[in-house]
């Protein structure tokens, strides 16, 4: 299931990587910061599974009809509103929830992505406009 995703993700991600001039995350100004995390979202296809809203999927992902995507929009009740950046970051980077819980393997793991692209994506998954949608759980697929 990690095979269309992964070596697309890779292949980005040294890209954007290698473009970046002032990466320090302090020197970047929040809309140069949504945008350059934009990019990184389109490239790593976060909305083929997480809905071009950001507002998650309940009919299933990408070739897992039985697994939902959860609302990652801002909204406190549904999305992800009430998760620190440092909690979004581990999400994205080595797939654990607020609390710290593994996610689903189905989540991709985006772990070669750097400090700055992951502090880009955090900001521009924050600028997208909170959707209320409850997406119910779904139980993960066995890890194999
Ligand atoms: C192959 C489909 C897929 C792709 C691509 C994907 N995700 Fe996910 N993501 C999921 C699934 C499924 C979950 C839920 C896992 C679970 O419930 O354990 C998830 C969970 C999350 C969570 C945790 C939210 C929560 O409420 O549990 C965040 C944040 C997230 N994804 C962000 C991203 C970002 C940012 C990208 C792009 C860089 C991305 N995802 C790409 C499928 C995907």
Known sequence: MFLAVLPFAMACSSSTTSSSSSSDAGGTTNAASV??????????????????????????????????APNVTSDEQTGVGGWSDEQLAA?????????????????????????????NLVAYLRSVPAVSKDIPATDCPAVK
Request: proline share 5%.
């Open 35 to 68: 945008d350059l995390g934009k990019t990184i979202a389109t490239k790593n296809a976060c909305a083929s599974c997480h809905g071009a809203d950001y507002a998650g999927s309940a009919s299933g992902i990408p070739g897992n009809p039985n697994v939902n």
């Open 91 to 119: 999400a994205i980077r080595t797939g654990v929830d607020d609390e710290g819980k593994s996610l689903c393997s189905v989540m991709p793991k985006f772990g070669s992505l750097s400090d700055a692209d992951v502090a």
